[in-house]
């Protein structure tokens, strides 16, 4: 990963410094708390001299070592997933050759189902992936091999927010209206991967018993697919793996997804039990209720009654789309809650179009936030390795 100017003011930016004033070569940042003036060159690359010293200056403002510095500068857009398989016979660095054939390519696996079941939830693939959705898992990109137990990063680069980058990313137009920064598909592919995997830890490993058809259904609304349960009953079950974990560490520029999901771990003795619910993941017949999960990007109270309407942004049918869900007075409450949160919700129903209208969910019978469908919150949160 490199760093660029960009990288470097937009960490300045979320992180508490202010531009204070610019010249002909370049601006000087300032930082509530620090009486020190910030000088930084304009278009500073990371291979110009004036970086490190740069980077030191910040470094000393905020008590942190500069390696961290530079580190979450270059990590601002690249979300980073760590597979890690820890051997039972440990030999710093190595695991043995069918383990590591297998981890590389289960991670390939997970990213390509993740990116597939972020634009429609799906029981099973069954290797229709959809071209855009393999776009998205081709931008990821392999890092070198961590020392310790045998890690390997998987980079994934986000594209910058189409609006201001913020610590508090909601603009407010008007009363009751808000518009929070739109979540990029690279992100939510992530994303999915780390619900995913965690809804596998709490809704099949945890409990260690056989699937009921409504723990699938909930599953996949977390964009679980027998393709993601089977890459990682690969890997949990590969000779000489004790235990597989997945840290994720989510790129600075974006607000990180609600719920703690930064360790995620899965022993050996899970394996039986993740073959067994595998097969519980199965095509269904098509109904007129459809389950969507997506950002709400507008959120209206009704002047005029009780109630208001949210918006997502989803997929549907392999397209971007905006859904309208009308809401009661309870849920208005609710939701603005959940907006203010960032959290993403799931609802179900029938979807209704109309010509010159944005569709809408028909009476919701479920609305929540993603997060709480599968509970995430209970997760280890030490990214210790």
């Known amino acids: 990963m490199t760093a660029s100017f960009t990288d470097l003011t937009d960490y300045l930016t979320l992180t508490g410094w202010h531009r204070d004033s610019s010249g002909q070569s370049g601006s000087v940042w300032r930082r509530e708390g620090w009486d020190r003036p910030l000088p930084v060159l304009d278009d500073l690359n990371r291979e110009d001299y004036e970086w490190a010293s740069t980077i030191e200056r910040i470094a000393t403002a905020v008590e942190t070592p500069a390696r961290e510095i530079d580190e979450a500068i270059s990590r601002m857009y690249f979300d980073v997933q760590e597979f890690r398989a820890a051997d039972d016979i440990y030999i710093k660095g190595s695991i043995p050759v069918e383990a590591g054939f297998t981890l590389f390519s289960s991670a390939r696996a997970m990213i390509r189902a993740a990116a597939s079941t972020a634009r429609s939830n799906k029981a099973r693939i069954g290797g229709n992936y959809g071209p855009a959705a393999l776009r998205i898992a081709e931008k990821a990109r392999f890092g070198h091999t961590i020392d310790g137990s045998y890690i390997v990063p998987l980079l994934m680069p986000l594209d910058r927010p189409e609006e201001p980058t913020s610590d508090t990313p909601l603009e407010f137009e008007g009363e009751g209206i808000a518009h929070p920064l739109v979540e990029p598909e690279e992100r939510r592919t992530t994303r ?61 520029a974006f607000t990180p997804p609600p719920g703690n999901l930064r360790k995620i771990s899965f022993p050996h003795e899970s394996a039986e ?15 007129p209720y459809e389950t969507l999960s997506g950002q709400i990007i507008d959120l209206e109270d009704d002047p005029e009654s009780p109630g208001g309407r949210a918006t997502i942004r989803t997929f549907r049918r392999g397209r971007q789309v905006r859904i309208d869900i009308p809401l009661t007075q309870q849920q208005t409450d609710q939701a603005h809650g959940w ?13 209704k179009s109309a010509p010159g209208k944005t569709s ?26």
């Open 273 to 287: 039990i993740l073959r067994l619910a595998a097969d519980k993941f199965v095509l269904t017949p098509k109904t």
């Open 360 to 385: 809408w969910v028909e009476k919701a019978s479920q609305l929540a936030p993603l997060d709480e469908v599968v509970l995430f919150s209970n997760l280890d949160d030490d990214t210790s390795a």
């Open 339 to 351: 907006f203010s949160e960032h959290r993403h919700i799931v609802a179900s129903g029938v979807v």
């Open 192 to 252: 999915m991967l780390a619900q995913a995997l965690a809804a596998i830890q709490h809704g099949i490993v945890e409990p260690g018993r056989e699937l009921r058809g409504s723990v699938v259904n909930d599953l996949v609304a977390t964009g679980v697919s027998r393709e993601m349960v089977v890459a990682v009953e690969k890997i949990v079950g590969a000779e000489g793996v004790a235990v597989f974990e997945v840290n994720f560490d989510w790129a600075g």
